[in-house]
């Protein structure tokens, strides 16, 4: 089975980037949907972008033309490139990874990371 660590969080001005890692172990990304969810205090988590096995890299609607998802295979690894931050983008954001097609529901996928947090001031 797959294991996530993320990387990368941290504090930055709004208009900035950052660029989160989330490296994979135990097992190739390429066999898994692999996603990327964040977690504002007190709300649900949402998913922000997913690598599919079969449809490939897409980042959703709430930060597409922002957040960029690319893999580097040779690393096992995937990164968020995340960029023109806005204070409402401040949450914890976490790797997850689950077997099958991506779905938008976070209580579907088994694999999760311990997180990264990223702050965003205006």
């Known amino acids: 089975q797959v294991q996530l660590v993320e990387s990368g969080g941290g504090s930055v001005q709004a208009g900035g980037s950052l660029r989160l890692s989330c490296a994979a172990s135990?097992?190739?990304?390429?066999?898994?949907?692999v996603a990327w969810f964040r977690q504002r205090p007190g709300q649900e988590r949402e998913r922000v972008a997913r690598f599919s096995p079969t449809t490939g890299i897409v980042s959703d609607d709430s930060v597409k033309g922002r957040f960029i998802l690319s893999p580097d295979s040779a690393k096992n690894t995937l990164y968020l490139q995340m960029n023109s931050l806005k204070p409402e983008d401040s949450a914890m954001y976490y790797c997850a990874a689950r077997r099958g097609a991506c779905t938008l529901g976070a209580q579907s996928y088994n694999y999760w990371g311990q997180g990264t947090q990223v702050t965003v001031s205006s």
């Open positions: 135990g097992a190739s990304y390429k066999g898994y949907c």
